[in-house]
């Protein structure tokens, strides 16, 4: 009986020890695909961000009063808030401490696109954000592959 009770005892803690692996394999798993899909729609968010930064620019070199301007600075202003809630998923999904402030300076480098004076500086601040994008992938790159 003893042994019976002994081998119960085994198997049940086998069992235990099999069943935690396995829920701890889910949750890494999930947790991957969380910050993956937060990741990657941060860099999506940025980009479209960076594109609607271009437009006014535009606009305001053709007409500084033209409704076409309001319109290119009322969807940029959308795609910055799309860029910032993006922001949001990723300092929940990160536990990266360096993550967050590349992924702040990504964003705010795309932002100050719209400070530029004429081609050039625009050119420049265009790089500058492309930069600061590819910073923020490459350690969100690496924290998923550790």
Do not use: C
Not at 28 to 52: C, D, N, P
Request: hydrophobic share 40%; net charge neutral.
């Amino acid at each position: 009986m003893a042994g019976t009770l002994l081998g119960s005892f085994v198997t049940f803690l086998f069992q235990r020890r099999t069943a935690d692996r396995a829920e701890a394999f889910t949750w890494r798993r999930l947790t991957r695909e969380e910050r993956l899909t937060a990741y990657s729609g941060f860099a999506e968010a940025v980009v479209a961000y960076r594109r609607a930064q271009y437009d006014p620019f535009h606009r305001r070199l053709e007409d500084q009063n033209s409704p076409e301007l309001v319109s290119a600075k009322t969807e940029s202003y959308h795609r910055r808030m799309i860029a910032q809630q993006a922001l949001f998923r990723v300092q929940l999904v990160t536990d990266d401490p360096g993550l967050v402030p590349l992924a702040e300076g990504a964003l705010e480098a795309t932002r100050l696109m719209a400070e530029a004076t004429d081609g050039p500086s625009l050119e420049n601040s265009v790089e500058r954000a492309k930069h600061a994008l590819s910073d923020f992938l490459l350690a969100a790159g690496e924290h998923m592959r550790t």
